[in-house]
């Protein structure tokens, strides 16, 4: 990464058209993001898997969303750069949904790290190079970023990830030793996460200077395909004792995610929005009652 230069994303479509782009486009989150974003925008889905990508579509055409697809890994710095000249061709970039990633059950560590940490970090920097003043971007973090203790987070070495793509995976992937190596990609996948949520604070201010917004939200367990393989471990089995003792829904993700890109949240920026039915929450109040009996 440390050799690749960004260049301004070329414009060629209508000036008043706005475009929404959706990673992750084929999943459940990114789909109902879709049915939100199209009823105003010309919505762009990107996604790394071509099949689910053209279904995703599909379904969304016999809604009358009309939706551009871009088979897209967001690991790849010039497939992302495509992605956003092919979504720039058809106006103008107002808003970007990052939905892209992958959980601890799709993966080892490092393909877990690869794809959260530096997918995210590849659509934003594209994004920051190319859009116009008033886009916003919002990036999807996890509950599990904001349950992992503090102290095992490498924070020291996300900064690495701007020029030695290398050796920021070498340190994040160290931190990941902390359980064994049956706990590797979940350790891998919280600290991706942690990432996402430190980077849509610590550029805040420098995407700011461009006149853009970053925010980051972290979803609770959520009632998708990928949330629900990890339905008898990790996230999933936090459901049942959290202060909402359900599933989130997609589509009530995919509200949040519209309104932090809209304008009705101009003020919005460099910070992480926790939307989990409290499951962080009642995690920490019977830590707290249990530390004092």
């Known amino acids: 990464m440390s050799d690749h230069k960004a260049g301004p994303v070329?414009?060629?479509?209508?000036?008043?058209?706005?475009?929404?782009?959706?990673?992750?486009?084929?999943?459940?989150?990114?789909?109902a993001t879709a049915r939100i974003a199209g009823r105003e925008h010309t919505v762009v889905l990107c996604d790394i898997r071509a099949d689910r990508l053209a279904a995703a579509a599909a379904v969304l055409a016999e809604e009358g969303i009309a939706a551009t697809a871009v088979n897209c890994d967001v690991t790849d710095r010039d497939a992302?750069?495509?992605?956003?000249e092919t979504a720039a061709g058809l106006g103008t970039v107002t808003a970007v949904v990052h939905?892209?990633?992958?959980?601890?059950?799709?993966?080892?560590?490092?393909?877990?790290?690869?794809?959260?940490a530096i997918g995210t970090l590849n659509?934003?920097?594209?994004?920051?190079?190319?859009?116009?003043?008033?886009?916003?971007?919002?990036?999807?973090?996890?509950?599990?970023?904001?349950?992992?203790?503090e102290e095992l987070i490498p924070v020291a070495a996300f900064p690495l990830a701007f020029a030695d793509e290398a050796g920021f995976l070498t340190a994040t992937l160290a931190a990941c030793d902390i359980a064994g190596e049956q706990q590797r990609s979940g350790i891998a996948y919280a600290i991706s996460k942690n990432f996402v949520k430190w980077y849509s604070s610590a550029r805040a201010?420098?995407?700011?200077?461009?006149?853009?917004?970053?925010?980051?939200?972290?979803?609770?367990s959520v009632d998708t395909e990928m949330g629900r393989l990890?339905?008898?471990?990790?996230?999933?089995?936090?459901?049942?004792?959290?202060?909402?003792?359900?599933?989130?829904?997609?589509?009530?993700?995919?509200?949040?995610?519209?309104f932090c890109v809209s304008d009705r949240a101009g003020y919005l920026t460099g910070t992480d929005i926790l939307n989990d039915?409290?499951?962080?929450a009642s995690i920490r109040e019977r830590s707290r009652v249990g530390s004092n009996t």
Do not use: C, Q
Request: charged content about 20%; cysteine-free; glycine content about 14%.
């Open 10 to 31: 070329v414009r060629y479509g209508p000036k008043m058209t706005p475009v929404t782009i959706i990673t992750g486009g084929a999943g459940g989150m990114g789909v």
């Open 80 to 84: 992302v750069d495509t992605l956003f």
């Open 230 to 258: 990890e339905e008898k471990h990790g996230a999933g089995a936090l459901v049942a004792d959290a202060a909402v003792p359900r599933w989130g829904k997609a589509e009530e993700m995919a509200e949040l995610f519209a």
């Open 277 to 280: 039915g409290g499951v962080v």
């Open 123 to 149: 659509v934003n920097e594209v994004f920051y190079d190319g859009a116009e003043s008033g886009a916003a971007i919002v990036n999807v973090a996890s509950m599990a970023a904001h349950i992992l203790p």
């Open 205 to 220: 201010e420098r995407f700011n200077g461009r006149g853009l917004r970053i925010v980051s939200v972290s979803p609770g």
């Open 99 to 116: 939905t892209a990633g992958v959980s601890p059950a799709m993966g080892d560590a490092e393909y877990v790290m690869r794809t959260n």
